[in-house]
């Protein structure tokens, strides 16, 4: 690889292994405290990540270990459908391993481009609000920030009344069938096609991803039908339970045609309802502020607030 960068003498690198999995996240909990005071993950999110569908770690992911062994940097590429569109991400609290490391994944999503046959792809990558030097590489690099990420957060002190479900809409809860799971990931696409960085994953690579996560359960997906026709989803997992004791929303969609009957909101305070009534302190989302719909307003309206904020960054990238 042509790289100008290099690592600080008795330093290794090679890919991750699932056994890495307690060690990185003990690496990656530290550079998150030290930005923004909590560990922001699991160990099981750390190796879900490892093995996740789309993800070769052996060609994709760069584990610097110091000399004793222990992990001081962590980089990943992470290509999404025909890889015009690679996402990277770099963590490491030694600015030179950080600079090695950022090359290291420029030059992966280079690779990937030029074997899919493309000029030019997009690269980003999602970066805390409060990661000053990570930013700084980014804008060194000709990244631009393209849109801000908002944690929201409702806390539950009491019982949360249920609301009453909408008029002329049908609720199924759960996904355990092949058609429902089509119907549900049909949603998703057609609720964020257009969005920036959204690339849909191929169904069974999607199947794969979610029956691969620790804290995801099919019984978690709630579609809404109108006439018969799915035309909302939900998707809850269990991402925050541990750290936070919070229920968490991963996905919320609804088909523009269908946008402005209260959907949204019906599903937002059902699950606040739900979170409640299981004894979790609150619940949590991320939104993408720049997305088409007014997402924001939407969950500030239902009581959430922002909590946590970074930024997406992203440049074009020739790849030849």
Not at 74 to 86: K, M
Not at 294 to 303: D, H, M
Request: proline content about 4%; aromatic content about 8%; some cysteine.
């Amino acid at each position: 690889m042509n790289t100008t960068a290099v690592l600080p003498h008795g330093y290794t690198v090679r890919p991750p292994e699932p056994t890495d999995a307690e060690a990185l996240f003990d690496m990656l909990a530290a550079y998150n405290t030290a930005l923004i005071g909590i560990a922001d993950g699991t160990v099981d999110d750390v190796a879900d990540r490892i093995v996740e569908p789309g993800f070769d770690r052996r060609s994709d992911g760069f584990l610097v270990l110091a000399g004793d062994g222990l992990p001081v940097g962590y980089g990943t590429a992470f290509g999404r459908g025909d890889r015009q569109v690679v996402g990277i991400q770099v963590w490491s609290q030694k600015p030179t391993v950080a600079d090695w490391l950022f090359e290291q994944t420029l030059q992966r999503a280079r690779e990937m481009g030029r074997e899919r046959g493309h000029a030019e792809i997009t690269v980003d990558s999602d970066v805390y609000r409060a990661d000053e030097s990570l930013r700084a590489l980014l804008a060194d690099h000709d990244f631009t920030a393209s849109t801000t990420y908002q944690r929201m957060r409702i806390d539950h002190t009491g019982p949360v009344a249920t609301p009453e479900e909408p008029a002329d809409v049908v609720v199924r809860r759960g996904a355990f069938d092949d058609a429902t799971r089509w119907t549900a990931h049909e949603i998703i696409i057609d609720s964020f096609r257009g969005q920036l960085g959204f690339v849909a994953r191929p169904h069974e690579e999607w199947i794969e991803y979610l029956e691969a996560t620790a804290s995801f359960d099919w019984s978690q997906i709630t579609l809404l039908e109108i006439d018969g026709r799915a035309v909302a989803i939900r998707i809850c997992n269990n991402e925050f339970v541990e750290t936070e004791n919070c229920g968490s929303i991963g996905m919320l969609a609804v088909l523009d045609e269908f946008r402005g009957r209260g959907l949204a909101k019906f599903l937002l305070r059902e699950a606040f309802a739900r979170d409640a009534a299981d004894g979790r302190a609150g619940t949590i989302l991320n939104v993408d502020t720049d997305n088409s719909a007014p997402a924001l307003g939407l969950y500030l309206s239902v009581g959430m607030n922002p909590t946590l904020v970074s930024d997406g960054w992203c440049r074009i990238l020739p790849v030849n």
